[in-house]
């Protein structure tokens, strides 16, 4: 029987599920299927007891490959940095938390980004491994992001999100667009780009829209209330730099800047300001604002 394995420094354990293959033992599946880690960190993460059979105990490295077999697995990164900005927790309740996330902070591991996570720094610090992001903004974006804190009630608030229930205004910085009334919408077709994790809009119908408005005209960049009616990757940011208008400090819009490092000192100048909805459970109307501000 499955069981669920603890969090380990706010981290989860990833699940999988042995696909057939010809390996005879579970170290050289796990080779075989993540090539980018040697073999020799394979062995000491079966050494730490970081690689867990279904009930969550420990396996060994030569332990027998077994097709439809369950097995559990701590993601590591050898080396992460550490990301300098601290994020703020506006509320905790039992089924929903609300954090203010810093530029530069992932919101869920991915790359070279395990602990360094929004969620896992979460998880760490209320004690709760049920937390669940109900949505996600770019590592490069700062502010609000909901989570589900409790199983029973998540699919209720995630309703709010598929169902368009829920009002978010975002804030950013970018150059004058003197030549456009407001407010403006814009409405495209965003596909997948050049590199992979880039966005660009072509062809078809469309399949986004952002509504712009203008609250700041101070040279040299106009400060600019964004609503996303659609939440496509990057929609705002390529919404922004195809009127002309790129978000001050974006490194891949409208072209890809190298080399991609961080630059602590030029985060890019977009925050998710408020977040507003019916509360689900209880009818209440409810409205998060950041505690972050723009340069």
Request: with cysteine; aromatic share 8%; proline share 10%.
């Amino acid at each position: 029987m499955s069981s669920t394995p603890p969090a380990i420094a706010g981290v989860r354990a990833s699940h999988l599920q042995l696909p057939p293959g010809p390996w005879p033992t579970v170290l050289d599946g796990l080779c075989a299927r993540f090539p980018a880690i040697s073999r020799d960190c394979w062995r000491e993460r079966f050494a730490r007891g970081r690689v867990l059979d279904a009930g969550g105990a420990p396996l060994a490295p030569d332990a027998p490959y077994r097709v439809g077999a369950e097995i559990h697995y701590y993601r590591e990164v050898r080396d992460e940095p550490r990301i300098p900005f601290e994020e703020t927790v506006l509320h905790v309740g039992a089924h929903l938390v609300v954090a203010d996330k810093p530029h530069f902070l992932p919101v869920v591991p991915a790359g070279g980004f395990v602990e360094e996570t929004l969620l896992a720094r979460l998880i760490r610090r209320l004690g709760n491994p049920d937390l669940v992001p109900l949505h996600r903004i770019d590592r490069a974006t700062a502010g609000l992001v909901l989570f589900s804190a409790d199983p029973a009630t998540r699919t209720r608030y995630q309703a709010l999100f598929r169902e368009r229930a829920i009002r978010k205004g975002y804030e950013a910085l970018a150059r004058p667009l003197p030549q456009l009334r407001f407010p403006h919408v814009r409405r495209s077709r965003l596909r997948r780009g050049e590199p992979f994790f880039r966005m660009r809009e072509g062809d078809g119908d469309d399949n986004s829209e952002s509504r712009i408005d203008v609250i700041g005209r101070d040279e040299p960049h106009w400060r600019y209330a964004l609503e996303p009616v659609t939440g496509r990757k990057h929609q705002l940011r390529v919404h922004m730099a195809a009127l002309g208008a790129p978000i001050l400090n974006d490194p891949l819009y409208p072209v890809l800047r190298e080399p991609l490092l961080d630059d602590f000192a030029r985060p890019l100048q977009l925050l998710a300001r408020s977040l507003t909805f019916t509360d689900p459970l209880d009818g209440r109307m409810r409205r998060f604002e950041s505690g972050f501000t723009l340069a």
